[in-house]
Structures are given as structure tokens and as C-alpha cells.
């Protein structure tokens, strides 16, 4: 088959990628209602864990196995495990990250969707002086219209695929390097206004005074798979980033960055949202529509609040766009190195695809709300709990069982180049941290389900 692939202009380039994909509405929009949710600094505490012991040690395998193959992660399984003398059937891994992906976007693109009408909302001076009463009932009114959901959810797959189209040089490097430092800016802005006027001690006390009692199963659950969300672990769109990264870049050290960077910001957007809900007394088990409620009251009453909500969706946008594309291209990869179908085709292809899975989100959260797939839960919370907490994570641990025990150790050094400790340090976090972490909640999750 032939190859010609392309690669990141540099190192940097290849961060800001996998950063991109990594921060989005992951850390914006999940991370704080799962946070009330879940009760709190419990939940945090867990989160923080895992990104530790479980999202910096499969993040470093999951680039790792992208590079050393240079292929999209189906072949570049396939190929792995020709290297490692082991079953094809290690394809399917590969495989089934690229479903996840496609299943993730479903629901994504109508988040990315909400996004992009609240810049409208925020522009069109919408939140001035809006009551907490006020910003839920307009919410609410999003919600409650399909049209209006599908409108917006139609032009962020439009976004997508038309970046998804163009190919990775084009189209995601110039994305990525204004994005992540202007959200990082305007976030601060953000702190500093919910510091000012919010109650940041009650919501410092919520996030971060460590409370055991409130460490359930279920929010060990939701913290684990959260981890891997918030990383993009799981499905192969970290292993196709790596998969364009060139040899001479430190594997670790980019993935610390990335990784610090990420949980950093979620927790900041956390801190913001919080102090504004127990200043306002709003619910912080509110769920996915927390940040869509709290946030305009914020921006209706600061200073020049219209422009910096409106720049704040804007950026949010940006970097929910920046994921959504590496959630499909795992896919596009697969295919336009195997079939004749060019990159264009397959891109709007697949879009149509997924846009109709979104559409059938959109009216789960109206029409639909009542309709159950599985254990009570709707088609928008079904997708998110099984890519989540299922198939993410079991993509993950399978990675890890294939890198700690399937291929040659001697492989797996040439490409990490760690030095003997931090190499030992790597492997007992990949072969032993991380799997039973994961196997000891699907064991869990397994025996709920009895
Ligand atoms: N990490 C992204 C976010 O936090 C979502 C994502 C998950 C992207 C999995 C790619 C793969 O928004």
C-alpha cells in the first residue's frame, strides 16, 4: 500500500493538536455538571487521580503506538501486532475506536450546536441584566425546539467536515494556535470577574475540601471515564495525532503538558461556575445544562459582558471544533488509506452519517426526551455513559495490555526513550496501575448491571 504521509511542522504544532483535542467541551461543559453531579471534590479528587495514574501513563502508550506504526489505528494495530507476532484480531481495536468516535460526535456536534447559538445569545446583548429564573427559562426554550437544535447542530458538522475535508496540514494545524492560549486568557478574565462578585470560598469548599464519604461507585465510575474523555484516550484520535509526530519529540513530555493543561483548565472553568452558582443559589446538580445557565448571568452583569461572552462562545466554539475533528479522523484515516474514496468524499459522508445520530440527539432532549434505550436512559445520555464509561476505557485497557504485554519491550523503549527509571515508572503504571484500575470498575459496573 502505498504511504505518503504528512507530518506536524514541528513539535509544537503537534501539541497544540493534541491539546486542541484534548480541551473542549470536555472541560468546559462536562467536567463542571459532572462535578455537581457527582458530589464534588470527591468526584474531583477521583478525576484528578486518574489522569495521573491512568490518563498520563495511557496517553504516553497511546501516542506511542501511533508513532511506531505511522498508520491510521486500524492497519496501525494490524501492523503492531504483525511486529509483535501476535493475532490480526488486535485490528479491532482499532476498529472499534472508530465507532466510538463517530458515536461521541453524535452528541458532540449538538453541545458544539448550543455553543454556537449562545454566541448569538451573548452578541445579540440577550444577557444584560438577565435573573438566574431568566437565564433558565431561555435555556429551556433552546431545548424545547428541534428546529433550532438541529439548525446549529447542522452548521457545527458543517464546521467539522469541512476542516475534516481539507486534511491534517491544512486544515488543523492553523485551528490550533491562536485557540488554546486566547481560551486560557479569557478565562482568567472570567476567574477574575466570578473571584470578584461570586462566592469562590463556598466554591473552593465544593470542589476541593476532601469529603470520602461522598466517593460512591458511581462517581468512581464517572471520574474514570471522564478522564479518558477529557484526554481523548481510548479511541485511537491520540494515536492518529502520533501516528503524524516525528521521531525526535519527547513522548513524555509533550503528554505531561497536554495533560496539565487540560485538567488545569477544567478545574478553572469549575472554580468560575461555581462561585457564580452558590452566589446566585442555583443547584450545582443542575446537569448538562449548567454552564448554559450559570454563565449568562455572569456575563449580563460584568462590565462590557456582552463582547466577553460572546468572545468566551466564541472560544468554546473553537475549541469544541478542534475535537470534534480529531474524533473523526480515526475514520477518515481508515478509509482513505484503503479505499479509492477520496478524503473529501469520505468526510461528508461519514458527516451525513453522524448528523443524522445528532439529529436523533437533538429531539432526545424534547420530542424524544421519554424514549428509553437502556437502563432508563435516554438516546443523548446512552451515547454519552456507553462511549464514556465503556468503550472508551475498554479501548484504553486494551492498549495498555497490548504495549505492557504484547509487543516487544525493546520496541516499546525505542520509541518512549525514557531513561531506565522513568521507563520502569511508565510500565508499572501501564501494566499494572491502569488495567486493574479499569478492570475493577467494569467489574463493578457489570455486577450493578446484575
Ligand atoms: N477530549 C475532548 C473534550 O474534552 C473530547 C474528545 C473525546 C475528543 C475523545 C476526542 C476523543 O472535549
Partial sequence: ?????????????????????????????????????????????????????????????????????????????????SEAQASSAWKYLGGMGMVTGLLILGFYSVIGGWVLAYIFEAGGGNFSQITAAQSTTNFKALLASPLKLTFWHTIFMVMTMAVVAKGVNSGLEKANNILIPSLFAILLVLLGYSMSVGDMHAAAQFMFKPDFSKITPVAVLSALGHAFFSLSLGMGAVMVYGSYLQRNVSIARTTIYIALADTMLGLLVGLAIYSLVFANHLAPNAGPGLIFQTLPIAFGHMPSGNFIGTLFFLLVAFAAWTSSISLVEPAIAWITENTKIKRYSAAWGLGLIVWLLGVAVVLSFNEWKEIKIIFGLNIFETLDKLTSTILLPLGGLLMAIFAGYVMKKNHVQEELDLNNQHFKLWQFTNNYIAPIAIAAVFLFLFGLVK
Avoid at 484534548?22 to 459532572?34: D, E, R, T, V
Wanted: charged share 10%; net charge positive.
Fill in 1 to 81: 500500500m502505498p504511504q505518503h504521509r504528512s507530518h506536524w511542522n514541528s513539535r509544537w504544532t503537534f501539541m497544540l493538536a493534541t491539546a486542541g483535542s484534548a480541551i473542549g467541551l470536555g472541560n468546559i461543559w462536562k467536567l463542571p455538571y459532572m462535578i455537581g453531579v457527582n458530589g464534588g471534590s470527591a468526584f474531583v479528587l477521583v478525576f484528578v487521580a486518574c489522569i495521573f495514574f491512568v490518563g498520563i501513563p495511557l496517553m504516553m502508550t497511546e501516542i506511542l503506538l501511533g508513532r511506531r506504526t505511522q498508520k491510521n489505528p486500524l492497519d496501525g494495530m494490524q501492523a503492531l501486532a
